[in-house]
């Protein structure tokens, strides 16, 4: 009889401690994900609680959770964990849960309205609007949001539209927007990729679809002019 209790005991104990160690294990590794994080300076930082969604905690800090998986590099958004940090542009620590929040007063808040991005590439291969949004996720992660109506010299309307920057100043991993007949471009107009700025504004882009190989990936100059743009989010 003592042999059994004896017996009954150890089991009990070796499967109490079992259960501990995988406690401390599951904790441990979600502890570690939520570690593995770094927000940059000025971001606020939230700490997923259980139940919490992206969408939850975008309403919660007025974005939208396309922004928090873009800043986060989110590959699955709908999949978050308890602990893990999410990043949120502009503000200071914060534990999860919470609807209260204070942004320092030399940090901006995250914009209500946050440009929206894309997720795929639409545009045929291997027309000169492929290789800008393929280029450009290349470099930013994300792809440019608008499909329609966006042959090469509509991408600044498109642009507008959706609350992305247009500007006549270029800048390295920006879009170049080239009007038709502009600079060597044709009927459809051209968009590159800027790569570098050179001394005097002119850059040098990268496109496909441009000469003899439309195949190809070129490196030409643009100057920075009447019918020239250069669009980023």
Known sequence: ???????GV????????????SGVYTEGRASAHAASTSCARGDRVYKVVRDDTLGKI????HTSWSMLAAHNRLVQPNLIYSGQAICIPGGAATSGGGSKH?????????????APIGYSNAFPYPACTWW?????????NYFVPWRANAMAWQWSARAHQFHWSVSA??????????????QGAYGSGHVAVVERVLRGGTVVASSMNWGANPYAVV???????????FISS
């Open 10 to 21: 150890a089991i009990a104990v070796g499967l109490l401690a079992i259960t501990l160690t």
């Open 1 to 7: 009889m003592r042999f059994f209790m004896k017996t």
């Open 58 to 61: 975008a309403s919660r800090y």
């Open 169 to 182: 100043r270029p800048s390295v991993g920006s879009i170049v927007d080239m009007q038709p007949w502009v």
């Open 132 to 140: 800008a949004d393929q280029r450009y996720y290349q470099l930013h």
């Open 102 to 114: 204070t942004t320092p007063a030399h940090t901006k808040p995250a914009p209500v309205n946050p």
């Open 219 to 229: 490196y030409i100059q643009v100057r920075p002019g009447s019918g020239i743009t």
